[in-house]
């Protein structure tokens, strides 16, 4: 050991040695830097080289998309136009088969009708025809009637008329002797009338008169009840008393 | 000794204030409590005590005996007063006198002063009332009624009206 003590020491001995003088703190830090903006650096370059490539990706697999969709729509409608032709022809031939029946249905029918038309035009002409007959038999014997009976009518009314005549001469007959009946009835009520209102009002006048005094009598009595006071009357109270004087003194000695 | 009472009563001369019975009445127990005081004053005196003046009286006392010229310091003559007096409270003549109104004070006194002046010396008068008469007096001596009211006189005149409403029919 005390041989190679001062043995010279090699490069890379002296490199290794010397390695911890030159990697000190701030020349690890610097380098820890320096290595962190490279690989931001790398980083943000794939970084936009990667959304590049996903765009045009993305812009690739949309024109695809729609064309797909577009080609398979086309197809879609193609085919819904096919059933729609097909089943309007149905419907077209089913119309037709209805309108082919209903014109029969309406002819058979129109026949039935012209038929039943005339069956029953002949039947009413027959009709009418007795029924003029019967209603001119009718007519005659209705006028012959009418002949008839007019001239009872005639007679019965020159009969009526006659003896309507003589009652109305016997009612204004006694309609006037009624009358001057009633006429002398009236002068004999009149006359009877005045002369019991006379007696009646002579009667009134008479109570009146006699009841007259109690009634202004009374009046006075309410009206006047106790409007004097005595010693307003005291002058006539002591000239009653001295008229009376002679009176009140005989009573006084009995 | 009760005929001289009777007399001495019948000669009192009554003051125009002591119109009704009532009031003589009035007077009687006046003139009695008057007595009872003196007398207890005369006692108190001659037992030694203080003498006390003359008590006091209403004016209808007062004039009444004045007007007789009576001397109350007699116990003896104060006590035949008062017999005297009680005799002439039922002895004296009462007037009934029935107004249509009420009557006053005044006016009674008017009336009582004719009547003891024209009637009798010691005549009372009772008073009444009675709407209905309208005026005048109803008056009631004790044996005899006179009506001197004006209903009276509208009784006795309505054989005047009868006739005035004959006469009327008559010329119509």
Excluded at chain 2, 3 to 13: E, L, P, Y
Excluded at chain 2, 129 to 158: E, F, W
Aim: net charge negative; hydrophobic share 40%; glycine share 6%.
């Amino acid at each position: 050991m005390g041989i190679f003590q001062h043995k010279a020491q090699a490069p890379l001995d002296e490199a290794d040695a010397q390695l911890p003088q030159l990697f000190d703190h701030l020349m690890r830090e610097e380098l820890r830097q320096h290595g962190k903006e490279y690989f931001e650096r790398t980083i943000a370059a794939n970084a936009d080289q990667f959304k590049k490539d996903l765009d045009t990706l993305v812009a690739q697999i949309g024109t695809e998309l729609r064309e797909q969709i577009v080609t398979k729509l086309d197809k879609q409608i193609a085919e819904y136009g096919e059933a729609m032709k097909d089943a309007q022809y149905l419907a077209l031939q089913s119309l037709n088969r209805s309108q082919h029946a209903l014109q029969d249905r309406y002819d058979q029918l129109s026949k039935q009708l012209d038929g039943e038309f005339i069956e029953y035009s002949s039947a009413l002409k027959n009709a009418q025809a007795k029924a003029l007959g019967s209603l001119d038999t009718q007519a005659t014997a209705m006028q012959a009637k009418h002949d008839e009976l007019s001239a009872q009518l005639d007679i019965h009314f020159t009969q009526y008329g006659e003896d309507l005549k003589k009652a109305q001469e016997t009612a204004l007959d006694s309609l006037g002797k009624n009358a001057q009946t009633m006429q002398e009835q009236y002068a004999d009520f009149k006359a009877r009338l005045e002369q019991k209102i006379g007696t009646q009002e002579a009667t009134i006048i008479s109570g009146f008169e006699s009841n007259m005094a109690s009634i202004i009598e009374h009046y006075l009595i309410g009206a006047l009840g106790d409007q004097y006071d005595v010693k307003a009357q005291l002058p006539a109270i002591i000239a009653e008393l001295e008229a009376n004087k002679k009176d009140i003194m005989d009573d006084m000695r009995l | 000794m009760t005929d001289s009472v009777t007399a001495q009563a019948g000669a009192f001369i009554l003051p125009p204030s002591i119109v009704t019975r009532v009031d003589l009445s009035r007077m009687v127990s006046e003139l009695e409590r008057v007595d009872n005081d003196m007398t207890s004053a005369g006692v108190r005196a001659k037992t030694g005590g203080e003498s006390s003046a003359m008590p006091t009286m209403s004016e209808q006392l007062t004039d009444f005996i004045a007007q007789n010229k009576l001397d109350l310091t007699d116990g003896r003559g104060r006590g035949d007063l008062i017999r005297q007096l009680r005799q002439l409270k039922d002895d004296a003549p009462v007037i009934h006198m029935t107004f249509a109104s009420v009557a006053d004070g005044d006016s009674l006194r008017q009336l009582s002063a004719w009547l003891r002046s024209s009637i009798h010396p010691q005549a009372l008068i009772s008073v009444g009332l009675q709407p209905a008469l309208i005026g005048g007096v109803y008056l009631r001596t004790p044996n005899h009624i006179k009506d001197l009211s004006m209903r009276a006189r509208l009784t006795g005149g309505r054989e005047l009206i009868t006739k005035e409403l004959e006469a009327l029919r008559g010329s119509r």
